[in-house]
T-cell receptor
């Protein structure tokens, strides 16, 4: 079972460039999330989608946009990357009833 | 907003020792989750707790849902080198969205 799959695994961007991080889950989960992880900061929620067709801001949404393309896929877009967005990004999914979330392996993004 | 505070922030122990860590909140949680993150990987769910006072084991790991519903504890017995990593507690955010709130993490290092 693939679980939660994120692409790419690594990316280097120049300041001002744009990119989209892709995430897909095969567990038929309703809810999907994007977190960023920075040293000493734990996991901070950027955006989440409680169900297909809905998205909501999390703790640190500025500079990001998301699209819940269908039940399986939830993408995160950086329109104009900044060095402050250098981080490790994790996608996760969970069912609504059971809040246990399952994580992808992460995307390590560096903005120079 | 809701916050989870983990302690200690880091631990450096000898192989074979037992480990205890905890997670506290200023608000009541109905579910407590414990995750482990290996270096370079995404968090993996270890134990889920759903009832105040509940004590659940997973191999050498034991977690408890505090009776006040504002705290939870994770114990690791007879630590081994592969226990190294970051341990996160998490709980559902307010509302029924499935959104998870994470603690800052406890970093565990084990000396062989």
């Amino acid at each position: 079972n693939a679980g939660v799959t994120q692409t790419p695994k690594f990316q280097v961007l120049k300041t001002g460039q744009s990119m989209t991080l892709q995430c897909a889950q095969d567990m038929n989960h309703n809810s999907m999330y994007w977190y960023r992880q920075d040293p000493g900061m734990g996991l901070r929620l950027i955006y989440y989608s409680a169900s297909e067709g809905t998205t909501d801001k999390g703790e640190v949404p500025n500079g990001y946009n998301v699209s819940r393309l269908n039940k399986r896929e939830f993408s995160l877009r950086l329109e104009s990357a900044a060095p402050s967005q250098t981080s490790v990004y994790f996608c996760a999914s969970s069912s609504l009833v059971n809040t246990e979330a399952f994580f992808g392996q992460g995307t390590r993004l560096t903005v120079v | 907003g809701q916050q989870l505070n983990q302690s200690p922030q880091s631990m450096f122990i000898q192989e074979g020792e037992d480990v205890s860590m905890n997670c506290t909140s200023s608000s009541i949680f109905n579910t407590w989750l414990w995750y482990k993150q290996d270096p370079g990987e995404g968090p993996v769910l270890l134990i889920a707790l759903y009832k105040a006072g509940e004590l659940t084991s997973n191999g050498r790991l034991t977690a408890q849902f505090g009776t006040t519903r504002k705290d939870s504890f994770l114990n690791i017995s007879a630590s081994i080198p592969s226990d190294v990593g970051i341990y996160f507690c998490a709980g559902p955010g307010s509302g029924n969205t499935g959104k998870l709130i994470f603690g800052q993490g406890t970093t565990l290092q084990v000396k062989p």
